[in-house]
């Protein structure tokens, strides 16, 4: 097959938009035999030969297009799917086939996986407590070793002036030495192999080759004496943490989100909850342990001696009618954007609750059905916000100045256009870049049709 950017691939290419509209099932399947091509191409409006396809009513190009794995929710440039095209152009035959393929018990169920949520390793929980293995673990000469010092992770500097930061790896070589002179936190994050970026979910088991995955947390480390990130072509994210450590490759982020959260727990968890003595850690970093033997936390299983992971919902609200979404904006966002309403879940309160409670105290919507969409781990310290798509039940909006600066209804076409020119637009609405769940919500909507149940 061809690939790259020859004069043959361009002719190709134009052969399959044009059998596509012309409803030519022999051209368009010669077209991706010549080609290593997503099904997806498009052209300079951004239409996909799905679009062209659908906008002549050519049902069998269609079924053709979607068996290659063509996405009937992909937009052209003026935010339309191809079932918008379709009912534009009054091609009910193409309307009634996109629709019974889009509907829900047909189409796949396809997981999101969110920036933070790439879980790139097996995280080997039984092999925690096995001191031994765990020590051996450490120092195979495969071990990799992620470096924080206060909590700022140690990335590239050839990565800094690029678009996105790598991790740098120390082996046990390099890091042996700084452990026995700068306190610090140790932990085991699991094994794997993040070049091949597999996820838990698919046929994968560690292998015998793969490296074990550890991480440190220096404290009060003198960035000169003890350890010079530059030794190893490296600097901390000091300034602007939260920025950087949006920039990591998907494939990093996850084990970068475990790692941070688990640490943070340990610099904060110091002492027993329970009786005020200190405690140790166990497990390589699992579980904290208080020192006094008579605390009531050695009998049974306590929440206070594992680390925490505190839930925050996330909610896409449409209207009433199913035109509009409500976004609304803290005054801390960047000028323009607005995003998703969110909040702390309290205890005792289910999921849709506490979506339906976050949104009538800081907007003054009432919510009706509540749909779950994705969830997505969020390192800061270590929440992790679940994210839904609801219908409003009332459409008056009464803002609580206090927790917004403003909330409100957007049409979807405003919506849509806030998508396709993201998160750098310098007019209008912005919307949160994509490395956030609330800009995955918001596109789920818009992709969505207003008269879909949600
Ligand atoms: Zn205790």
């Known amino acids: ?55 002549n009513g050519h049902v069998n190009v269609m079924g053709f297009l979607l068996q290659q794995g063509a996405d009937p929710k992909h937009m052209n440039k003026s935010g339309q799917t191809a079932l918008d095209v379709a009912s534009f152009w009054n091609q009910t035959g193409s309307v009634n086939f996109l629709n019974g393929f889009l509907k829900p018990n047909k ?11 790439f879980s790139a390793l097996d995280r080997q929980s039984y092999q925690r407590s096995d001191e031994n293995e765990m020590k051996k673990a450490m120092r195979m000469e495969n071990a990799k070793y992620v470096v924080f010092a206060d909590l700022q ?67 009060k480390v003198s960035r000169d004496d003890e350890f010079s990130p530059e ?10 943490n939260r920025r950087l450590m949006m ?17 943070a727990w340990h610099e904060r968890y110091n ?16 579980k904290r342990l208080c020192i006094s033997e008579s605390c009531t936390t ?30 609304g904006r803290q005054s801390r966002f960047p000028r323009g954007m607005y995003s998703c309403i969110a909040g702390f879940m309290e205890p005792g309160e289910s999921i849709e609750d506490a979506a339906r409670r976050e949104v009538f105290e800081e907007s003054g919507v009432k919510v009706g059905q509540v749909e779950y969409h994705s969830s997505q781990p969020w390192p800061f310290p270590s929440n992790i916000m679940i994210g839904l798509i609801g219908r409003a039940v009332c459409d008056d909006i009464n803002v609580d100045k206090v927790e917004l600066e403003d909330a409100r209804w957007f049409d979807k ?41 949600l």
């Open 231 to 240: 030794k190893y072509n490296g600097s901390f994210t000091d300034k602007d």
């Open 107 to 117: 189409s796949p169920v396809m997981e999101v996986v969110h920036y933070f949520g």
């Open 271 to 286: 002492f027993c909850p329970t009786c005020g003595n200190e405690t140790i850690m166990k497990d390589f970093g699992y």
């Open 413 to 453: 076409p405003e919506v849509a256009k806030a998508i396709l020119e993201g998160f750098g637009r310098k007019e209008g609405l912005v919307v949160p870049p994509h490395t956030a769940i609330a800009h995955h919500l918001i596109k789920t909507w818009v992709q969505r049709n207003s008269n879909s149940n």
């Open 153 to 219: 992770l140690l990335v590239s500097n050839d990565a800094v002036t690029g678009k996105s930061q790598n991790v740098v790896y120390l082996t046990w070589g390099e890091i042996e030495k700084y452990l026995s002179i700068v306190d610090h936190d140790l932990i085991f994050l699991g094994v794997g192999n993040i070049d091949k970026g597999l996820l838990v979910r698919e046929t994968h088991h560690a292998q015998l080759n793969d490296s074990p995955y550890f991480a440190v947390n220096f404290k």
């Open 247 to 263: 920039m990591l490759q998907k494939n990093e982020s996850g084990l970068v989100a475990q790692a941070r959260s688990v640490l």
């Open 1 to 55: 097959k061809m690939s790259g950017n020859s004069n043959a691939q361009k002719y190709y290419i134009d052969e399959i938009f044009t059998a596509a509209a012309n409803g030519d099932v022999e051209a368009i399947t010669k077209g991706y035999n010549m080609l290593s091509i997503s099904p997806d191409v498009t052209d300079k409006m951004g239409w996909t030969p799905l679009m062209c396809a659908a906008r």
């Open 298 to 327: 050695h009998k049974g299983a306590h929440n206070t001696s594992f680390p925490r992971t505190d839930p925050v919902v996330i909610i896409l609200v449409a209207s009433k009618d199913g035109s509009k979404c409500l976004l």
